[in-house]
């Protein structure tokens, strides 16, 4: 059975509330057109269709677009060697959506990574922290409205943050003038 | 080999005496035996212990004693990323340690950030401890990490460690004893 008819499959148990497979270079994704539905879905594919592994759970910032975020879920079955994705959209207004830790146990640190950085909120999560910034930082920075140089934040006795300059880059350098200074300066202003 | 003049020494004329400035020896003492503090933070930290293996050998110099201690150490080695998150644990090291103290910042990233211009990283350890000498690269080679390290010792070679220690008893004068 490949991974079209096991999306099949999840469409005749969902009906309605499953899209229909769309195919893109032999991946199969489903839609799933409620976000609260999503364990249950999971779970249907795991106990059912035999999805014992979940690869990761990802967020895309549809900025400018309602609704704004959409969860990504990828799954896989280790027996089978099919794999499955699938995508439900959060409104911003509501930025939750349940935890599939109930359904595998690996999805703790990947929900934990997208509240985070982006700072949707998963309802039933045992733990949900922040696990690569620091507990008090005040921005989520995967969002398309946060600027890459960062913002200032203090908190202190714990952590800081100042912007970081972006003119120019790293790695610029102005051939042939003067010392090391002149030649691969901290900052390079495009216009200069 | 550069000839040392400052502790020159004939034993034609001197005999078992050797004549030289308290400084000089008391620097020559302190930068043949630089025990250096291994904050590795990312790849550098790799870089840094060839440096500290039997091909570069570290100890050719006087600084394999690496303290994994603060309070035991004399020079801090930032080899890596320093992220914001871990900004304050290096300054809090770095306070831990005893003085006389100086600080290496080795490879791109511990001295500018390097490539990481993000809201994550720190710009430059120099923002938040005082740095001695910058060593580029991404990583450095161990022999970039040894030149530092002479580069170092050249420094405190250089330090007037007496005229310092008169300059702040100057300063803090101590209470005399009530007659």
């Known amino acids: 059975m490949n991974s079209l008819e096991q999306a099949q499959k999840i469409k005749v148990r969902f009906g309605d509330l499953i899209s229909e497979p769309a195919e893109f ?65 959060v409104s911003e207004e509501k930025s939750e959506l349940p935890s599939v830790i109930d359904v ?53 006795g714990i952590a800081f943050t100042k912007p970081a300059p972006l003119e120019g880059g790293p790695f610029v350098t102005v051939a042939g003038s003067g010392d090391a200074t002149n030649r691969e300066p901290r900052v390079r202003n495009p216009e200069e | 080999m550069r000839a040392n003049t400052e502790i020159g020494y004939d034993s034609k004329i001197e005999g078992d005496v050797i004549v030289t400035r308290v400084d000089a020896a008391l620097n020559w003492f302190r930068k043949n035996s630089v025990w250096p503090m291994p904050m590795g933070l990312a790849c550098c930290a790799i870089e840094l212990m060839a440096a500290g293996a039997s091909r570069f050998d570290i100890s050719r110099f006087g600084s394999e004693v690496m303290r994994f201690s603060p309070r035991q150490a004399d020079c801090m080695i930032v080899a890596g990323t320093v992220t ?89 004068p101590e209470p005399k004893a009530a007659a």
């Open chain 1, 25 to 89: 270079r032999s991946e199969v994704t489903l839609k799933v057109a409620d976000a609260e539905k999503i364990p249950e879905v999971c779970r249907y594919a795991k106990s059912d269709l035999d999805f014992n592994y979940l690869v990761d759970i990802s967020s895309v910032d549809n900025y400018g677009d309602d609704p704004r975020w959409t969860v990504v879920y990828h799954l896989r079955g280790l027996r089978h060697g099919c794999e499955l994705r699938l995508k439900t959209d």
């Open chain 1, 104 to 156: 595998w146990n690996t999805a703790n640190w990947h929900e934990r990574e997208i509240y985070d950085m982006m700072g949707i909120r998963f309802r039933g999560h045992p733990d949900l922290r922040r696990i690569l910034m620091w507990e008090g930082y005040p921005y989520f920075p995967l969002r398309k409205d946060f600027p890459l140089a960062g913002k200032p934040s203090e908190l202190p």
């Open chain 2, 84 to 172: 914001y998150k871990m900004a304050m644990c290096v300054k809090r090291i770095y306070d831990q340690m005893p003085e006389p103290k100086w600080v290496i910042a080795m490879g791109a990233c511990a001295s500018t950030g390097g490539m990481y211009r993000s809201y994550a990283v720190l710009q430059g350890v120099d923002h938040i401890i005082p740095v001695d000498v910058y060593v580029s690269g991404c990583p450095p080679r161990p022999e970039a990490v040894l030149d530092a390290l002479m580069k170092l010792q050249d420094k405190i070679g250089t330090q007037p460690v007496l005229q310092d220690l008169v300059a702040v008893q100057a300063l803090h």
